[in-house]
Every structure is written in structure tokens, then in C-alpha cells.
């Protein structure tokens, strides 16, 4: 069935130049993904500046936690956006209707969970994370604020997988944008007007992210075309939410896993001091700022190839994977050099006092180099994860980022040298071996068998 009421947001991938359509989708998403970096920046600036070390140090250091209930989330959304861009491709019009009511419910049933389990567990992660007693009552009041106001994020990142998953980039972008915006007037309205310390920056972000996810449900409910949402028709419909779980538990536990194993990582940079931990939450707000131009290329091509799986076209998926990898590359190693040039002044921007700016500098002069070897893993997984072979990434990331990431910092730290430079190296080490198993299984997968059929 062609779509009906095709709006000219949505993009089909299927047709037409490969570089035009991974560059006019993969630059909405890198500009929605910098806005949101800039707010989190801003987060992080306005706390380093003008609340306390301790505080910066507790923004900073919760981020794994964070990350490792709402990444469970958005595994399973990024496994929506794979059947919908399926469905989409082979123009199965009722059939991206029934994954969108079954991705919203699944996401209000989870957003209760989600909710109840991060507040619940405050205290036990944090205390697996070795968190210095003079940070832990300021993490504890910014977890317990983020988490419950969790769903904002939530319905939000729903959204934008089934518009992204249609080829729409742009709306995302645009009220990402409003929330990026709202956060920043809210950082400052609340932390230096009313000195609400970290609680202002939390209540801040919580606000913005309901907002932004106010805006895309809307959008969902107004459209004319194949998305359009019914609340009257949220329900969950079995044989989808099999397709939507079969595809996206993998990235779920993926990035769920990953983000737990972060903790125990944060654990090992955590007993070296607060300065440590603060000159590593500066390289780590530099150090998203440069994986997003491979991320949003990645995601461009999880889309793409989604769309085109749809439609048996497996060489031009191949083609549009070696696009994006050169894409990805270019991207990546052009503003790595600024980047290790001017990094004192960069980690300056978050905190000034000098031991926090000689650690954050000291890591990403290290690190930095390694960026370039991440864009064939980053770019070759999203392309099976489009195909809906998530299972792989998910082995080879759980095997690199945790498995051997965690022996590197048991043998590093009892073994070899327990100081910091040579335990924080344990994030390339990882890298180095993740793009060499991606290339490998990649290079020799049926891209094809899993395409949709029904």
C-alpha cells in the first residue's frame, strides 16, 4: 500500500543520491544532538561556576546511572524505529500505525517502572560507584529530581524514533531546539536567581524535557500521514511488540549493560579525588560534543538501511555503509586537531581551578586520537542494527566495552600501574577491539535474512 498524505518532511531513502540523503538527514540530527550537548554544557558550566566543586562533580559523575535505566529505554525505542522504517520502506502503511500505538504504550508502562526504579536504587548505585561522601548528598538530590521526571525524556526519544524512522529529522530538531533553549533560561533562572544549587539545574532539565515531549506527541496526534497517533488506539499489539522487543532487547540490554559496567568504571576514577573526578567530567562533556557527528551519521544510517532492508535492496545498503564510514570519518578527524590544540582552554570553560584543568587536559590529549577508530564500529553497527540483527552489536559492545574493559582495569590497577592516565586509557583499549570484531562480522554478515515480510 503506497503512504497516503505524504507529507514533504518525511524522506524516502530508497531512491535518489546517497551522500544527499545521509547529509540532509544526519545534519538535523547532529544540530538537535549539539543543541542538547550545549544545554548539558550549560548544566555543567553553571554549576562549575557558580554553585561548588562538589556539585560539578555530582552532575558530572551520575551520568553512567542515568544512562543505564533511560539506555535501557531507548534500545527498545531505537528497535521501534528499525520495524517502522521496515514497515515504511516496504510501504506496509496499517503496519507502521499498530508499531506506533504498541511503541506508546510500551513507553507509558515503562515510564512507571523507569520512574519507581531509578528513585529506588539511588542509593545502591551510587554507593557501587565509590562516590566521595562530600558529593554524594548533592548526586543524590540531582538523581532523585531526574528520575522523576524521567517520562518527558522518554515520550520525547519515542517520538523522535518514529518520526526519524520516516526519514523526518528536522522535527526533532526543532524541539530539541525549544528544549535546549528552555533548560539554558531555566540554569539561570534557577540556580542564579533563586540559588536553587543543583536542584535548579535538575528541575531545569526535567521542565525542558517535558516540553519537548509535549511537542512531538502533538505532532504525532496532528499529522495526516502513516503516524499519525489515535490516543483513542494506544494499545499493545502482541505480534509488534514481538518484532519491537526481538530487535530492540538486544540494543536495550546493549546500552543498558554498558552504562552499569560505567559505573564500576566511574568507581575506578573515583578514588582518585574530587579534581579527578571533575577534570574527567570536562573531557567527558568535550568527549560527547566529539562522538556526535559519527552518532548522527550512524543514525542516518540505521534509517536508511532500515528503509532500503525493506525493499531487498542489499547492495545499495552496502554502498550507503562505505558513504557514511567516509562521511563519518571526515567528520570526526577534522575537528579532533583543534580540539587537542586548545584543550586547557576547553576544560577551563567548565572549571578553572588549575588541578581540575591539568587532569580534563591530560585526558583529552590522550584520548582524543583514538576518535577516528570508532566511526567504522559506530557506522557498521547502526547498519545491522537497521538490517535488525541487534543481537551482534550487542555481544561484540558487551564483550569490548565490559567484559574486556573490566579486566584491563583489574589487571591495570593490580598489577601494573593503579594511576590515573593509565586506568582512564581503558576507554580506547575498548574501542581498538570493538572495531575490529564489528569490522570482522560486518564484512561477513547476510545483511538480508531479517528483513520484514508481513
Not at 548539558?40 to 558530572?60: K, L
Not at 552499569?260 to 566511574?266: G, H, L, R
Amino acid at each position: 500500500m503506497k503512504h497516503k498524505n505524504k507529507p514533504f518532511k518525511s524522506r524516502n531513502m530508497t531512491e535518489g543520491s546517497i551522500p544527499r540523503l545521509l547529509i540532509t538527514f544526519a545534519i538535523p540530527l547532529l544540530l538537535g544532538n549539539i543543541f542538547q550537548q550545549f544545554y548539558n554544557m550549560v548544566d555543567s558550566w553553571v554549576v562549575g561556576n557558580y554553585v561548588s566543586n562538589e556539585a560539578f562533580s555530582a552532575v558530572g559523575t551520575v551520568g553512567p546511572i542515568i544512562n543505564m535505566l533511560i539506555g535501557f529505554f531507548m534500545g527498545l525505542s531505537s528497535g521501534a524505529g528499525v520495524v517502522i522504517s521496515q514497515f515504511f520502506g516496504a510501504q506496509k502503511d496499517d503496519r507502521v500505525q499498530d508499531t506506533v500505538h504498541t511503541a506508546i504504550a510500551m513507553t507509558i508502562i515503562l515510564a512507571v517502572i523507569i520512574t519507581a526504579a531509578g528513585i529506588l536504587l539511588i542509593p545502591v548505585l551510587l554507593g557501587f560507584m565509590n562516590t566521595p561522601a562530600e558529593v554524594l548528598p548533592e548526586a543524590k538530590k540531582y538523581l532523585t529530581i531526574i528520575f522523576a521526571g524521567v517520562s518527558g525524556l522518554m515520550f520525547y526519544n519515542i517520538g523522535a524514533s518514529t518520526l526519524q524512522a520516516i526519514g523526518d529529522s528536522k522535527r526533532p530538531f526543532y524541539f530539541l531546539a525549544t528544549a535546549a533553549i528552555l533548560n539554558i533560561i531555566g540554569d539561570l533562572v534557577f540556580v542564579l536567581l533563586f540559588r536553587m544549587g543543583v536542584e535548579g539545574v535538575a528541575y531545569a532539565t526535567i521542565i525542558a524535557q517535558a516540553v519537548s515531549a509535549v511537542l512531538i506527541m502533538r505532532t504525532l496526534m496532528r499529522t495526516k500521514f502513516c503516524v499519525h497517533l489515535y490516543p483513542k488506539k494506544i494499545r499493545l499489539h502482541w505480534d509488534i511488540l514481538v518484532r519491537i522487543v526481538r530487535v530492540g532487547i538486544p540494543a536495550a540490554l546493549q546500552m543498558a549493560i554498558i552504562s552499569f559496567s560505567n559505573i564500576f568504571v566511574q568507581s575506578y576514577i573515583n578514588q582518585f579525588g574530587a579534581d579527578v573526578m571533575s577534570g574527567w567530567t570536562a573531557y567527558s562533556k568535550i568527549d560527547a560534543l566529539m562522538l556526535l557527528p559519527m552518532q548522527s551519521i550512524g543514525l542516518a544510517t540505521t534509517t536508511f538501511v532500515g528503509q532500503n532492508i525493506g525493499v531487498g535492496k542489499v547492495d545499495r545498503v552496502r554502498k550507503g555503509v562505505r558513504t557514511a564510514l567516509l562521511m563519518s570519518l571526515a567528520a570526526t578527524v577534522i575537528p579532533m586537531i583543534p580540539v587537542m590544540i586548545f584543550a586547557p582552554q576547553l576544560v577551563t570553560f567548565f572549571n578553572r581551578k588549575p588541578e581540575v584543568v591539568e587532569y580534563g587536559t591530560l585526558i583529552l590529549r590522550w584520548i582524543s586520537p583514538f576518535y577516528a577508530i570508532t566511526c567504522s564500529s559506530n557506522v557498521q553497527s547502526a547498519a545491522l542494527r537497521g538490517t535488525g540483527d541487534t543481537k551482534a552489536p550487542m555481544v561484540i559492545m558487551i564483550f569490548s566495552f565490559v567484559v574486556f574493559r573490566q579486566i584491563y582495569l583489574f589487571v591495570m590497577s593490580h598489577f601494573i600501574s593503579n594511576t590515573f592516565l593509565p586506568i582512564a586509557m581503558g576507554y580506547p583499549a575498548g574501542w581498538m577491539l570493538c572495531t575490529i570484531l564489528t569490522a570482522v562480522y560486518y564484512l561477513n554478515a547476510d545483511l538480508g535474512r531479517n528483513r520484514l515480510t508481513a
